[in-house]
Structures are given as structure tokens and as C-alpha cells.
T-cell receptor, first 117, second 114 residues
Framework: DQQVKQNSPSLSVQEGRISILNCDYTNSMFDYFLWYKKYPAEGPTFLISISSIKDKNEDGRFTVFLNKSAKHLSLHIVPSQPGDSAVYFCAASAVVSSGGSNYKLTFGKGTLLTVNP | EPEVTQTPSHQVTQMGQEVILRCVPISNHLYFYWYRQILGQKVEFLVSFYNNEISEKSEIFDDQFSVERPDGSNFTLKIRSTKLEDSAMYFC????????????FGDGTRLSIL
């Protein structure tokens, strides 16, 4: 099941610079997208989300961009801090065609971000 | 900040035994979920629960699995007869609503089947 793909297993960035994490999806029914951060031995922590009716959502240092035609989204972290070092998961959900709600999240494999001091 | 809590943090069980994983969702949330992550693999959806019934389940969630909300605060996942391949991290999540509402996760229970 490769409906949500994070093709970069890892990313290394200098403190203060921009981190860009990418995610691609194949299911055109996805209409709500989320980014989670995960530290070892903890659960995924919700960071930011975006609905398919928008192309950008910003919350402090975190901005998510959505390109529906390319089925691509990205998470920008500016400026990056050492405490941002974690695994970042992209996730998506869809409204099923019957008009109901498909509640499940489909996750990517994650990208390990390392922010170096 | 309210959080989802899961117990135990680590459960070791003999193959064939029953196991119950417990979760206390965020108190004003109405939708509850279980996910699992096998080591080195993606986080996978198991089941969603709303209004005291299952709203969706995945192929993984077969007859060996069940969920229950025995009281106003707990949400449990039971595996009737565990197999070696059930070894994984099990995450509980909850959300205030369904669509357009983020799911908030607990720290997980590491289930080890011997």
C-alpha cells in the first residue's frame, strides 16, 4: 500500500536554516492532510494540517503547502531548531464516495529530520 | 494540554494468550481509533469507533480483535488469541470530530508476543 509516499528516509539541516519535508500521494479521494512529529518511545504528535480546499496553511514556524494537481505536499520549518530533530510523518484521509466519512489516516513511512547545531 | 494515555507501556504475552490494551482518550473527543506499527513498517489503521460502535475497520482487524468502551473514559483493544505477528506498537488516538479534525495519539503500548 503506497498511497502516501515519503521518498526521503532522512534529511539533515543546519540550525536556523529551512527544513523542507516532502510527501506524495496517489489517491485522488484524499482531501485532508496532516503532518505528525514523532520522538522515540512516544506517539505521533500532531503538528499541522491542511484541507484540500486550501493550498497553504501556516502555524508559527511550520507551513504546509498542498499542490493538488501534482498530488504533492510539503512541510516547511523555518527556522529549524535542534529540538525539531524527529521522524516526521505525512498522513491523509478521504471522504468515501458514498457521502460518508472515511475516518482512517493513511501514513507515509516517515522522514528522519536531524537539525545540527 | 489534554492527552491520550495508554497502559501498559509494554506488554509481554505468550502466543495464544488473550491481551487487552487500554486507552483513555481526550475527554471531550467523540471518535476513537487504534493503529499499529510493526517494527520498521508504516503506521497502519486498525479500527475506528464512534457512538459505541465500529465505524470502520481494516483487513488486519479480523475476528481475533475487538474493541470496547466499557465506561465513559476507557477504550480497549482486545486480541483474543495472540500470534507472533501481532508483535507491534499499538497506538490509540482520538479526535473531536471526524473529517477535518486531527487525531491525537497516545504514546503507545509495545506488545511483544513470545
Amino acid at each position: 500500500d503506497q498511497q502516501v509516499k515519503q521518498n526521503s528516509p532522512s534529511l539533515s539541516v543546519q540550525e536556523g536554516r529551512i527544513s523542507i519535508l516532502n510527501c506524495d500521494y496517489t489517491n485522488s479521494m484524499f482531501d485532508y492532510f496532516l503532518w505528525y512529529k514523532k520522538y522515540p518511545a512516544e506517539g505521533p504528535t500532531f503538528l499541522i494540517s491542511i484541507s484540500s480546499i486550501k493550498d497553504k496553511n501556516e502555524d508559527g514556524r511550520f507551513t504546509v503547502f498542498l499542490n493538488k494537481s501534482a498530488k504533492h505536499l510539503s512541510l516547511h520549518i523555518v527556522p529549524s531548531q535542534p529540538g525539531d530533530s524527529a521522524v516526521y510523518f505525512c498522513a491523509a484521509s478521504a471522504v468515501v464516495s458514498s457521502g460518508g466519512s472515511n475516518y482512517k489516516l493513511t501514513f507515509g513511512k516517515g522522514t528522519l529530520l536531524t537539525v545540527n547545531p | 494540554e489534554p492527552e491520550v494515555t495508554q497502559t501498559p507501556s509494554h506488554q509481554v504475552t505468550q502466543m495464544g494468550q488473550e491481551v487487552i490494551l487500554r486507552c483513555v482518550p481526550i475527554s471531550n473527543h467523540l471518535y476513537f481509533y487504534w493503529y499499529r506499527q510493526i517494527l520498521g513498517q508504516k503506521v497502519e489503521f486498525l479500527v475506528s469507533f464512534y457512538n459505541n460502535e465500529i465505524s470502520e475497520k481494516s483487513e488486519i482487524f479480523d475476528d481475533q480483535f475487538s474493541v470496547e468502551r466499557p465506561d465513559g473514559s476507557n477504550f480497549t483493544l482486545k486480541i483474543r488469541s495472540t500470534k507472533l505477528e501481532d508483535s507491534a506498537m499499538y497506538f490509540c488516538a482520538s479526535s473531536e470530530g471526524a473529517m477535518g479534525q486531527p487525531q491525537h495519539f497516545g504514546d503507545g503500548t509495545r506488545l511483544s508476543i513470545l
